[in-house]
């Protein structure tokens, strides 16, 4: 029998605990080794281009942006598709994808095929299946768990997401630094492989929405999933802020990667820990995003975690590959990044999850991926010509700069007036508890 997630899980009493789910542990095992792969391959395929084929700040703009613009050409479409399946199934099948793509690029490298058009092949198939994956992965949880599960879910799979950040930069990079690119996409493709794995054993019948015999078109789902987010506030704000940031993160990480090692003589394994950095942060804004905003208030939380995450990287330009203190402060930058970013990540998906009807998630999710990182590959190709133009460190300081945007949006919006408790769902009678 398909589990009902718009039931409570409880009748007044405890919540029960996640972990004691299997089919949510199977979920989540297979979600931190998907992040795992996801966030070594974003430093794997990078660093390949800059430590071995010595690209150029264009070119490796060029490079993040091919692997950014799936977001940006197929968000509205997978949403739309998504809501119709099971998102079990989405997410088994692009991890099988990704698992090849890496695999065929390890066995290019080995044959020394592996230049910049098999990067950029490479790049744009990963950024393509993970869309799908990212979006599917969103919805399950909302078809898995009843809906005052939802922020302590989010906090676990998001947490799992940050042990991600922590061991996929630094395995990337130790592994093109100390081995090779191909033995690099080689890991990559066996974490997308236990993903398949441990997803494709979850047992619970996953229910998803009624298909009629004659289906709206496509074009018709995109609309709908549009003018939902358009016409709700906080989503509208959500979206706005994440643009914001998305756009001037790409450029600023776009110029980060090549001021690591080529202003401060970082090698690859220390460009992997630097990176790193953010994964114990956001580990911690995990833990704290399933207790602060119901003490605090979401948007409080939102306000201060934004501002002070946003604001981690203004340090950075002002050191020096001599400084004794250049890698703490690197790594203190990332840790304190990580954190706020965490805390805002987890509570805006609550948020949204919240007043979306579960037949619009993927839509909304998808709506929300879509205007947030949709501009991303425009941030990265902004970051090249800002380094070559302007040079690094007035490049990284300008785009560092810009990332306090998002916190003024939000700021101006409904998400900074939250309080305690998560709004309701149109038709429900109460908000939902976190």
Do not use: K
């Not at 899980?9 to 989540?28: H, K, M, N, Q, T």
């Not at 560092?400 to 949006?409: F, H, K, R, T």
């Amino acid at each position: 029998m398909p589990y009902d997630p718009s039931a409570p899980s409880g009748s007044g009493g405890p919540v029960p605990s996640l972990w004691r789910d299997a089919d949510f542990r199977r979920l989540w095992a297979g979600q931190t080794a998907s992040q795992l792969g996801e966030h070594a391959t974003l430093v794997i395929l990078p660093l390949f281009a800059v430590l071995t084929l010595d690209a150029g700040a264009g070119r490796l703009g060029v490079l993040r942006a091919v692997g950014q613009a799936p977001v940006l050409l197929l968000s509205l479409f997978v949403g739309a598709w998504v809501d119709r399946w099971r998102a079990r199934t989405v997410m088994v099948l692009t991890d099988a994808g990704r698992a090849l793509a890496l695999g065929a690029a390890a066995v290019a490298g080995l044959l020394g095929l592996l230049g910049l058009p098999a990067l950029f092949l490479v790049a744009f198939a990963v950024g393509a299946l993970s869309v799908f994956f990212d979006v599917a992965y969103q919805a399950s949880l909302v078809r898995l768990v009843a809906r005052d599960q939802l922020v302590r879910g989010n906090s676990a799979l998001e947490g799992s997401r940050s042990a991600a950040q922590t061991g996929g930069p630094a395995l990337g990079g130790a592994l093109v630094s100390l081995l090779s690119a191909p033995v690099a996409a080689a890991s990559g493709a066996l974490l997308f492989a236990l993903s398949f794995l441990s997803i494709r054993r979850i047992g619970r019948s996953e229910p998803v929405p009624e298909r009629s015999e004659r289906p709206p078109r496509m074009t018709r789902r995109i609309h709908e999933g549009l003018r939902f987010v358009a016409g709700d506030a906080s989503l509208r704000a959500v979206c706005l802020a994440s643009a914001a940031f998305q756009f001037f993160f790409a450029a600023t990480m776009t110029v980060y990667l090549l001021f690591l090692p080529r202003e401060l003589h970082l090698s690859g394994t220390a460009v992997g820990l630097a990176l790193a950095a953010t994964g114990p942060g956001a580990l911690l804004g995990s833990v704290l995003a399933a207790r602060l905003p119901g003490r605090f208030g979401h948007g409080a939380v939102l306000m201060a975690a934004a501002a002070l995450g946003d604001g981690a990287f203004l340090c950075v330009p002002a050191l020096h590959a001599s400084s004794a203190v250049t890698v703490p402060v690197l790594l203190a930058a990332g840790f304190v990044f990580g954190a706020g970013g965490q805390l805002v990540n987890v509570t805006v998906m609550a948020v949204r999850q919240a007043v979306t009807p579960d037949g619009m998630q993927a839509r909304a999710a998808a709506t929300v991926t879509f205007v947030g990182m949709g501009l991303a590959p425009l941030g990265s190709l902004l970051g090249g010509f800002l380094a070559e133009e302007w040079g690094l460190r007035t490049g990284l300081l300008v785009t560092a700069a810009c990332m306090l945007l998002s916190p003024v949006v939000m700021a101006l919006s409904p998400l900074a007036r939250l309080g305690r408790v998560l709004p309701a769902l149109p038709g429900h009678a109460g908000p939902c508890s976190p």
